[in-house]
């Protein structure tokens, strides 16, 4: 049985992540670690809940300690906007964080790190469509470039040290129980929130803008099937492409009117646009298919359905 410990609990995918992994494995046997976020209630009262910071080696090896953790999921990140705002704290916590999570595996002999990547590590160099598993990873935001390195020091302990870590490039992720905080694609969980909310938005993109996005059931499957799949059957290990849908703003919009027709959209694009325009509009996941068999679920119009109809059950029970 893994002792699990997911740093970065509180946010969009560590919430969700670690229910799902509290139901899999049993509540007391994965730890959520918080940072300054408050914890839901749900994760509260599904098991334990501790205060970690990556950037704190020893409290992170505290806690180790504490609970006999085997397995390290890291979510803790600053994402794209955020980073390019303060690009010292995104080197910090996206690096140094990182770098203590693994010495500490290294140091426990811990079974398994999960250390997740993004599309961010690709730039205007890159293909932008169908982008290769294997191409020119020269990106231009701070983010991006501490997720490049992230990837080939996550690689570089499994060859080093023999150490299993994994890792894979998230799309544009979209889902209803936690907000994302600081990235680009959020305008793409927004728009949910702002159609349900005043039956208009306005897109801090261009209509035309489009992006890899996935939604969090795929997400979360995409991460379990990965941490499950046989270790020798790999070929890569930290920077799996994952594909599940790629669409325009304006295709998203559609999407939202084909179910709430009075909805209207408009489009101020800021600064956020550049970073939009320095990633792919999909991916080639071939590698993750023939490796560890991913196949995702959801189209856009299947996660339009199910996120108008959950955020409508929030508005109706008065939580946003
Ligand atoms: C962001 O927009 O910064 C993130 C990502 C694609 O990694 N959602």
Partial sequence: MSKILVIGSAGQIGSELTLLLREMYGGSNVVAGIRNTKPSEK?????PCEVVDAVDPDGVVGVVKKYSIDTIINMAAILSATGEKN???AWNVNMNGL???????????MKQVLVPSSIAVFGPSTPIDNTPQETILKPTTIYGVTKVAGEL??????RRYGMDVRGLRYPGIISHE?????????????????????NRYTCFVNEDTR????????????????MQADFSKLKHHCDYNVGAMSFSAGELAASVKKYMPGFEISYEPDSRQEIA???????????AREEWDWQPDYDLDAMTRDMLKAIKEKQEKGLI
Avoid: H, Q
């Fill in 43 to 47: 994760l509260t009262e599904s098991g």
């Fill in 87 to 89: 690009p010292m704290l």
């Fill in 99 to 109: 770098i203590n999570v693994l010495e500490v595996a290294r140091e426990f002999k």
């Fill in 153 to 158: 020091l996550g690689d570089y302990y499994v």
């Fill in 178 to 198: 936690t907000l994302p905080g600081g990235g680009t694609t959020d305008y793409a969980v927004a728009i949910y929130y702002e159609a349900v909310r005043n």
């Fill in 211 to 226: 992006l890899p996005m996935m939604y969090m059931p795929d997400c979360l499957k995409a991460t379990i099937d990965l």
């Fill in 277 to 287: 325009d320095s990633w792919p509009n999909s991916v080639d996941d071939s590698a």
